[in-house]
């Protein structure tokens, strides 16, 4: 069976950074971080929780020559930090993100041929550098219409597309459904598709609208999960959601959407 986590970002709000860890842990949860450079990582490598995922650059983007260059810099030194934390995924977009999570290089339009060409050679020296340091880069499909607007290569195809087309190991999907049933949609025939093909690294999930815990929105998660057990997925489902009112009852809520 999968293995399920709770993003440490967008839940216990009004603890630091280490006690979520802790709760999430505690709750029986693995847990998730999102830009380490912004933690303590001494402390929550202090904590009993097992990190499961991280973000894996600082800057950078896909498809220029400088931003490719800074983007392997960057995530040279979020191997070091995930070693620090023994975290076995790095988690990466179709371009650099500000804090509000906008594309610090934002494109107008669909990427063309040679952007395509220019993030297949990034994401195959990113594959490298995970192959080499024993880590699995992820590459997350995102939304436009609400969250990421200017994002290249967000839709969950493009990003299948890519990463199927690297074909390496050390690169992943980062499947969202979240995000793809914004995007998207037809959720159960993607999961079908990007599971069929290997490519899924882990899977992390909200409810829409509202990008709160299971339960709060239109998606059937429960049937979702009889899908992924029907086809034998043993990765992460991870919860990358705010919670819509008590912290301890979303947990409780994504446990048992997911709870066969």
């Not at 988690?91 to 107008?108: F, M, Q, S």
């Not at 200017?150 to 990463?163: C, K, N, S, Y």
């Not at 990008?211 to 929105?217: L, N, Q």
């Not at 990765?235 to 009112?245: D, F, I, K, L, N």
Request: hydrophobic share 45%; aromatic share 6%.
């Amino acid at each position: 069976m999968y293995t399920l986590a709770v993003c440490a970002e967008m839940v216990f709000r009004d603890r630091p950074v280490p006690e979520r860890a802790e709760r999430i842990h505690e709750a029986g949860f693995e847990v998730e971080i999102w830009g380490w450079t912004r933690h303590d990582l001494d402390a929550l490598a202090r904590t009993p929780a097992h990190f499961s995922s991280m973000t894996g650059y600082i800057r950078g983007t896909l498809t220029d020559e400088d931003g490719a260059a800074e983007l392997l810099r960057t995530a040279e030194q979020s191997v070091r930090a995930a070693e620090q934390l023994s975290c076995p995924r790095l988690n990466l977009h179709g371009t650099g993100l500000d804090d509000k999570g906008l594309p610090v290089v934002p494109v107008a339009g669909e990427a063309d041929g040679p952007n395509w060409i220019a993030a297949h050679r990034t994401l195959t020296r990113i594959a490298e550098l995970g192959e080499s340091a024993g880590v699995v880069f992820t590459l997350e499909n995102l939304n436009t219409a609400v969250d990421h607007p200017g994002v290249p290569f967000a839709r969950a195809a493009d990003t299948l597309a890519l990463v199927a087309a690297v074909d390496r190991p050390g690169l992943r999907m980062n499947l969202d459904l979240y995000h793809a049933q914004i995007g998207e949609g037809n959720l159960i025939e993607l999961v079908r598709r990007a599971h069929g093909l290997g490519l899924i690294g882990e899977i992390q999930i909200a409810d829409v609208p509202g990008r709160c815990e299971p339960g709060t929105g239109e998606i059937s998660y429960p049937a979702i999960a009889r899908v992924l057990a029907d086809l034998g997925y043993d990765g992460t489902v991870a919860m990358e959601a705010w919670a819509s009112g008590d912290d301890d009852l979303a947990l409780e809520r994504f446990r048992s959407a997911f709870t066969l």
